[in-house]
């Protein structure tokens, strides 16, 4: 059973907003790192954002400023906020739980399937 499912992507112009949402109210494992990770058509998955237990955030450095992930565990949910959005911001976004990132790469114990973001000019 599919335990991590994504929400709220979509189309949208360029310079607009949209939130994500993850649901991991059937999900079991480690949620110590909960994050969002996507990919761009004809390229590889990347890191967007990651939420620790403690609080503590992390962005890649393409949507600092741009992006707020953020957390409900009473929810048992992840969300990811974009702003600001641009054309390259397109891509399958993808909810993500027992994860592990450093520079120049991750490893992650759960996926979702994915919402998709088109940015348009």
């Known amino acids: 059973a599919v335990q991590l499912v994504e929400s709220g992507g979509g189309s949208v112009q360029a310079g607009g907003s949209l939130r994500l949402s993850c649901d991991a109210s059937?999900?079991?494992?480690?949620?110590?790192?909960m994050g969002w990770f996507r990919q761009p058509p004809g390229k590889e998955r990347e890191k967007v954002a990651t939420?620790?237990?403690?609080?503590?955030?992390y962005y890649a450095d393409p949507v600092k400023g741009r992006f707020s992930i953020s957390r409900d565990n009473a929810k048992n949910a992840l969300y990811l906020q974009m702003n600001s959005l641009k054309l390259e911001d397109t891509a399958m976004y993808y909810c993500?739980?027992?994860?592990?990132?450093?520079?120049?790469?991750?490893?992650?114990?759960?996926w979702g399937q994915g919402t998709q973001v088109t940015v348009s000019s």
């Open positions: 993500a739980a027992d994860c592990l990132v450093w520079d120049g790469g991750f490893n992650v114990g759960s």
């Open positions: 059937n999900y079991t494992g480690s949620r110590y790192c």
């Open positions: 939420i620790y237990a403690s609080g503590g955030t």
